[in-house]
């Protein structure tokens, strides 16, 4: 593979993700409670882009070999943070027209200085009884180094002016894991409104209380301030229980990790900034971004106020189960192809809890990565233990920012019976998968699910995902081996119909992608129709280029970050990508091969990415079914059709749309929805 194939950086493609994820702020056709909860996404998306992408950039920066390298790092990182300083300009104008938005709908966010008589009363009898007895201010200006900051949180530096003219500087926790960060406080004298203030404010109002009896204070003034850390985990190659305990102390250092990132109010004397960074002892290759006086924003996507006409319209998902039917007649009689949030999810739950007591499920093997906090998979495999069923879960511990959760659950469920299994040496385990072995006519039957998702109530109601429910034997033999493999890697099952990364996955899509190139060099018609999350993958740009080239029509959905450089003459003009941006998140990965008029349509669990196919257990899996092919097509090309939300990714990614709103367009996500109901089998 050429060295020399142009690449868009992946993490500037990433910003240009989350610049589309602005663009609905900046959408005054969203609905305005929606614009706020985009306000925190972007803020979220932000704050995990420096943990993981900017820290990972920051380490190659630190560590490199040779100038050119050094210089290399050096340089994106100055392009990364020109690129976010100028994604924050446009955030906080966004915040401003939000604001005034909720204005007109007589929801108000104030300051502490624009608080009425009463409205003060009132926030100063809250912040005595609620707030004053959490804060646990700390002085920086007679310390080497800052206490442990928790990056999770919000931090006030804090300028206090003594009667004899000097100076002190503070710091405290803003304490919003134990006190809401909107608290709602009267209406204004005769109005009809709903008026919140920021947890922030009520301190900031009630500033000189804090230090009142410890020092004779003339002023105080207080800027916000927080850090991101690095999220990289330590971890050895040894999979036992004693990972357990590993990835706990693991956890506990990522805690004191290097701080990459200091986001801080503009406002901030540079003094006080200076004084902040020195005891931080942060470094060269680390970022600054200055920004208003509130952060964490994240916090905005549970903003509490609105009503309905505020929001998206709920969607009722479509059932998934005839009533007086078995989950198991249901799937023999044929499989079933499932698209969240369209279709109900309890489709997983209830075959679960089917399957926990049922008396001719004799095991149950299940994937576990991401579980929602009240879990009904996880509370149906327990009581598949009680029933005496042999219940085997695949708890992959690494699964970023979902550790701590993860560990939880692996507890609970060892503590239940259930056989848990911690993964695979070196390789985290992401596939999707449901095996439920059952006894019927004295013979084994396997009952699979294969999809794209994970088994997690919560995000099931806002990701996109497929979800194939099968009584197919081959695939279920596959499905079954799988969890053979990850049990003992020295096992190396043959897989008949599903390729499984690392280990012929890559191999898979190149060998399907090469059919369409030999196609098209031999006159025929050739087409490829992918979606996926990430395309970042170099041999997988590079063979997508060489199709292009050849006269393959290359059709691209992606969701986040994508390297190659689209629509280049001489190297891509036979290739299109496009993005979707809207209500639910577009989750699903999806490849499509015209394959000499015999169309192949594979589902993975497995995004484009070097990780994805090498270094991860991964499953990509076929839609075999006529009926289900058809249906997967259609969504696609509802989604390529889409001329509301959908943005061009062209060279530079800036992020055209495709076309104007007009009453005779096309939103993806709606349609899919009208065409599901219309298609329902349930």
Known sequence: MPNDIPLYPKELSWLSFNERVLQEVEDESVPIIERVRFLGIFSNN????FRVRVADVRRLAAFARGEQQKKHFAKLLGQINERVLRLQRRYA??????????????????????????????????FHREVLPELEPFFIDDRETMPLLNEARIYFAIQLQLKDGSLRCAAMDIPTNTLSRFVLIPPREGRREQVYIVLDNIIRACLMEVFRDVLPIRSARAYMFKISRDAELEL?????????????KSLKRRRRADPVRLAYDAEMPQTLLNLVKEKLK?????????????????????????????????????????CGESAFSHIRRADRLY????????????????????????EIRINLYRVAKNSQVVAALIN???????????????????????????????????????????LKVHCKLISIIRREEGQTRYYSHLGTGNFNENTARIYCDFSLLTSNQALGRDVYNVFELIRSTRRRPVFQH??????????????AIDREIEAAAQGRRAELFFKCNNLVDSQMVERLYRAGAAGVKVRIIVRSMCTLVCETPGLSENIQVISLVDKFLEHARVYIFHNGGEELIWMSSADLMTRNLDHR?????????????????????????????????????????LASNTPRGCRAQDAIYRYLKQHSTA
Not at 46 to 49: G, I, S, T, V, Y
Not at 107 to 121: A, C, D, G, M, N
Not at 241 to 247: A, E, I, T
Not at 339 to 362: C, E, K, T
Request: hydrophobic share 40%.
């Open 46 to 49: 932000l704050d995990e882009f």
């Open 93 to 126: 104008r966004a915040y401003a027209k939000v604001l005034a938005g909720l204005g007109k709908e007589d929801i108000h966010v104030v300051k502490e200085s624009k608080l009425t008589q009463r409205q003060r009363k009132f926030v100063e009898d809250y």
């Open 236 to 248: 050895g190659e040894q999979i036992t229980q004693n990972l357990v305990d590993r990835m706990e």
């Open 282 to 322: 942060m470094g060269r290759y680390d970022t600054y971004t200055p920004g208003g006086r509130y952060h964490n924003s994240k916090d905005l996507m549970k903003f509490p106020a609105g009503a309905a006409r505020h929001n998206y319209k709920p969607l009722v998902p479509l059932p998934t189960l005839p």
């Open 339 to 362: 698209y969240y949030p369209y279709h109900d999810f309890r489709a997983i739950s209830n075959l679960l809890a089917s399957a926990a007591i049922d008396p001719q499920v004799r």
């Open 384 to 426: 598949a233990v009680r029933n005496n069923k042999k219940v085997v879960a695949v708890v992959e511990l690494r699964a970023r920012f979902d550790e701590l959760a993860n560990i939880h659950w692996s507890e609970e469920l060892r503590d239940a019976g259930v056989e848990v299994v911690y993964g695979v040496p070196g």
């Open 498 to 511: 599903i390729a499984v990364s690392p280990l012929t996955n890559r191999a898979a899509l190149m060998q």
């Open 617 to 657: 257990v991964e499953v990509t899996f076929p839609i075999i079914q006529s009926v289900h092919r058809g249906i997967v097509r259609k969504i696609l090309e509802l989604q390529w059709s889409d001329n509301q939300k959908a943005r061009i990714l062209d060279a530079g990614q800036s992020n055209r749309r």
